[in-house]
């Protein structure tokens, strides 16, 4: 769990686009406080139209089950066209205590997510 601060403070979110993907980077800490902006990148990224959503998660070092539900729902929206890469060590035990590395696309690179066949 994070350090208790008086706030935490937002992720960062960036988007861009790599061929015919759109590769959205997470840093920081996503909770219950601060993964709206993430909710709303992937919700914009599935209105337009069927292409790769990639997301980052290299810079990501903490998510609670608010993050868990916002990728949850983004594949149950977007199939394998969401790529999730190179999770850091704690949510890579996350995803394989939940059962979810079974689930959602794990790629160790945005090359190679972006490279990838759905």
Same mark, same amino acid.
């Given at each position: 769990m994070p350090p208790q601060s008086e706030a935490t403070p937002p992720a960062q979110i960036a988007?861009?686009?790599?061929? !015919? &993907?759109q590769v959205i980077s997470v840093a920081g800490h996503l909770d219950l406080d601060t993964v709206g902006p993430l909710d709303e990148a992937l919700q914009r990224a599935a209105s !337009?139209? $069927?292409?790769?959503?990639?997301?980052?998660? %290299? +810079?990501?070092d903490f998510a609670d089950s608010s993050a868990v539900n916002v990728l949850l729902r &983004? /594949? %149950?929206?977007?199939?394998?066209g969401l790529r999730l890469v190179a999770p850091s060590p704690f949510l890579q035990r996350l995803f394989t205590?939940?059962?979810?590395? +079974?689930?959602?696309?794990? /790629?160790? %690179?945005? $090359?190679?997510?972006? +490279? &990838?066949d759905a």
């Open positions: 988007v861009r686009q790599d061929r !015919e &993907a !337009e139209g $069927p292409h790769p959503v990639v997301i980052d998660l %290299s +810079g990501t &983004a /594949y %149950s929206t977007l199939g394998t205590l939940t059962g979810l590395d +079974g689930v959602l696309p794990l /790629y160790p %690179s945005v $090359p190679k997510a972006v +490279g &990838a």
